[in-house]
């Protein structure tokens, strides 16, 4: 089973790939001259490029570690509002209770310039 | 005399929570003026007796109530109330201290994974994510029992109710929030015998087990020492439940060559009809392995109908004392095949074990004392002073 950790980390990196032949007997001598024929032809041009899309993949993996931090941060931080909220609103209640009025429904909202 | 907004399923809603309330209400209208909040239908004869708002009702007259009171569990059954308290917490009642198969049902089983991303993030930080990551694309298995993902519902509450000492603690180590642990509820129902029906010997021991069967029921262990049961002496076993699709339930019968001697009565769809039952059977055995940290409805209706119980020795049912129930390592079939063999040769121990059942359920799940310690949590949570105000 994977490591859940690495998917991403594991994922964002693009790797050349070994060439490789299936025939029998002389498939070792053709995956040898594709490897040769591909240094000569295509590595110097394939490398950089795959070299930019790693670097771009690590920065978009490190930033979204970083949004995923802020997200849980957030999503934290707006859960203890709501909490607070509802203990503000139990103490208004136990205070009502202790000599206040209780308080009334959510009235519609007015539009702020309204009669 | 203060005012509670109850917020859970109620019957017709089939869930065992939805039949605690009907049972926990009459008992707490005594003291708290009180209005129920349920999804769906409510039983004509709730609907008498108390005022019942849908759901929606309950934001908009949130204000009126000196406390909500929410109770959650591993059901669909709990998915309206989980959503209303994310928006207008209160006090939590968690009927189980794991509460990760709900969400994940609420989530991902809904098609919205990434919903399921967001909880298992809020519990783990940037690390849930990661876990979320390899559960949809690597097939690592949910840690369902393991992660417990209640840690949103703790910080939002205003104080949790627990039914054990257990579920307590386990609560407890995740949350400054206050916490108490209050019995559950169980009414004493007569039930009759329906033994005429499955047409057996005298002498054959009927076993028992009740409830919805998961993997963690362990139907695997009870059939493994009802087939070595049966080597020595008659045995029949009766499954009252549905069966989850993820227990072989006809493998295993057919494996163990017992298909003779098991009936299977599928869900007993009413309250009535299961206590018939449990009043039919000699023994009930109940295993749970792993524990959700749940306080078992079933096992609290086999105490107090006097039956012979036999039990997980893990959470709740660890704090049943030893004369009230047998407590067995939930996996160890050839234990309980022996204790089940000794049962059956002593009638008089059957009958002093469903005695003391009978008197702890009435005595320490007695709904007074359950409604007492309610609001007594109430009170304590929500700086009620001087107590409530009943």
């Known amino acids: 089973m994977d490591n859940p950790d690495d998917i991403l980390q594991r994922q964002a990196e693009v790797r050349e790939r070994p060439f490789r032949s299936t025939v029998p007997v002389i498939g070792p001598a053709i995956a040898w001259l594709r490897a040769r024929w591909s240094d000569l032809v295509a590595r110097w041009y394939v490398l950089p490029m795959v070299e930019q899309q790693n670097a771009f993949n690590r920065l978009v993996v490190s930033q979204l570690a970083e949004l995923e931090a802020r997200l849980v941060a957030q999503d934290r931080q707006q859960t203890e509002l709501i909490h607070r909220l509802a203990a503000l609103t139990a103490e208004l209640a136990r205070l009502g209770d202790e000599g206040g009025e209780p308080m009334a429904e959510d009235e ?8 | 005399m203060h005012r509670l907004a109850y917020i859970s399923p109620l019957p017709p809603a089939t869930t065992g929570v939805a039949d605690y309330s009907r049972e926990l209400l009459p008992y707490l209208a005594q003291h708290i003026q009180l209005t129920c909040f349920a999804t769906g239908d409510v039983d004509p004869a709730l609907r008498q007796a108390f005022t019942c708002l849908p759901l929606a009702a309950f934001a908009p007259r949130r204000w009126a109530f000196d406390a909500a009171l929410f109770h959650l569990g591993n059901s669909h059954h709990h998915a309206g109330g989980y959503d209303l308290f994310r928006r207008h917490p209160g006090v939590l009642v968690l009927h189980e201290a794991v509460m990760h198969h709900f969400l994940a049902d609420h989530t991902a089983g809904r098609g919205d994974f990434p919903a399921y991303t967001r909880e298992l993030a809020y519990e783990l930080g940037p690390a849930g994510a990661d876990l979320a990551l390899g559960i949809q694309f690597a097939g690592t298995p949910h840690p369902l029992f393991a992660l417990p993902l209640t840690r949103r519902l703790l910080d939002l509450s205003l104080g949790i109710i627990t039914h054990s000492r257990h579920a307590a603690a386990q609560v407890r180590a995740l949350t400054d929030r206050p916490v108490a642990a209050v019995p559950a509820l169980v009414e004493p129902r007569t039930g009759h015998p329906r033994r005429e029906q499955l047409g057996l010997p005298p002498e054959t021991l009927l076993l028992g087990s009740f409830g919805l069967v998961t993997p963690a029921r362990r139907v695997d262990v009870v059939l493994g020492a009802l087939r070595r049961l049966r080597e020595t002496r008659p045995a029949h076993l009766l499954i009252a439940g549905d069966v989850q699709p ?11 060559e017992l298909g003779e001697h098991v009936t299977r009565l599928g869900r007993v ?18 295993l749970r392995q792993p524990t959700a940290g749940e306080t078992s409805a079933t096992a609290l209706r086999a105490l107090v109908a006097g039956r012979p119980l036999i039990v997980s020795d893990a959470g709740w049912y660890a704090e049943l004392p030893p004369d009230v129930a047998v407590r067995l390592p939930a996996t160890d079939a050839a234990a309980l095949a022996e204790t089940l063999a000794n049962l059956a040769n002593d009638e008089a121990r059957r009958a002093a074990l469903g005695s003391a059942a009978r008197a702890y359920a009435r005595r320490e799940h007695h709904g007074e004392r359950v409604a007492a310690a309610y609001l007594g949590a109430l009170a304590d949570f929500l700086g009620w002073r001087g107590g409530y105000r009943g």
């Open chain 2, 269 to 286: 769809p009413d309250l009535a009809a299961f206590v018939d039952w449990l009043a039919t059977v000699d023994v009930v055995v109940n």
């Open chain 1, 108 to 115: 519609p909202a007015r539009p702020a310039d309204g009669p």
């Open chain 2, 246 to 256: 993820t227990v072989p339930l006809d493998t295993l019968i057919a494996e163990l």
